[in-house]
């Protein structure tokens, strides 16, 4: 079966619309492109259309790709004392010249829509955060409207990162889940799925996880997003994987997902501030 991550983003999109509506100010979220890069347009473009649907102004600032790391800092700090803008993002990955890490800490965390400063981890880790990492919570937000139990089961994250793995691993234990997590240095990674009741892949090799890695029944949440042969391709089979798991695809699962809880927590970082 399948965990239709277009349907439910598009039915929170529609919620949201109406609650901004609500709002006495509409809500901006405004975006930093450094350079030209391809998959981040194709990305961004997403990001504006589904603004408009959710009703929250766009804007995008578009620099040059050899502009200084002191430069994109001074923009971010414009937009953090500007109080029209709500959220904003740096959309990632960044020139090897800047320091991702300074960006992002530069970010004033009440309009850290991304979910990515060391303060708003933080509170994750804690179990307080309300700008919370956009994947991270589309996941949580795709097994809650699919009705699957978190609280008690078995669950295995494979992949490791910040933006995916690490946050979502804390969102899991946090909600009662029994959480193992693999890596590429993992011995095995079947010896761990074989007995999961969830399995969420997010670690960019296609086909990753196969029909013999996981029990029938079981739930499979691919994060997974590779272009193979002009093809995009998940993490997991699921051709294979289909007809005995619950499972989201690729593309059409996690992605949307993302995008729409970016525009929420937008609309959570303008009701903050009213």
Request: with cysteine; glycine share 8%; aromatic share 4%.
């Amino acid at each position: 079966m399948i965990i239709d991550g277009r349907t439910i983003a598009n039915d929170i999109l529609s919620d949201l619309r109406e609650k901004i509506k609500k709002l006495s100010v509409k809500p901006k979220l405004s975006v930093i492109l450094v350079g030209d890069n391809p998959a981040s347009l194709s990305y961004i473009k997403q990001k504006e259309c589904f603004a408009l649907i959710a009703g929250i102004d766009f804007e995008l600032r578009h620099l040059n790709v050899d502009i200084t790391e002191d430069k994109l800092i001074d923009a971010i700090q414009e937009m953090n004392l500007n109080p029209g803008v709500n959220g904003m993002i740096v959309q990632l990955p960044l020139p090897r010249h800047i320091d991702v890490n300074r960006v992002i800490e530069t970010i004033d965390p009440r309009k850290d829509v991304d979910g990515f400063t060391s303060q708003n981890i933080g509170k994750l880790f804690l179990g307080t955060a309300e700008l919370i990492s956009c994947t991270p919570k589309g996941v949580m937000r795709l097994l809650k409207e699919a009705n699957v139990k978190i609280q008690g089961e078995n669950i295995v994250m494979i992949g490791k990162s910040n933006i995916v793995g690490k946050p979502l691993s804390l969102l899991l234990m946090n909600a009662g889940g029994t959480v193992i997590v693999c890596n590429k240095e993992t011995k095995n990674v079947a010896e761990f799925t074989k007995n999961a009741d969830i399995v969420i892949v997010a670690a960019g090799s296609p086909g990753l996880v196969r029909k013999d890695m996981v029990r029938s029944g079981a739930t499979i949440i691919d994060v997974g997003f590779t272009l193979v042969d002009g093809k995009i391709r998940g993490d997991a089979d699921f051709e294979a994987l289909e007809p005995m798991c619950l499972i989201t695809p690729v593309p059409g699962g996690v992605g949307p997902m993302t995008v729409a809880m970016l525009m929420e927590n937008t609309y959570l970082a303008a009701k903050n501030k009213i």
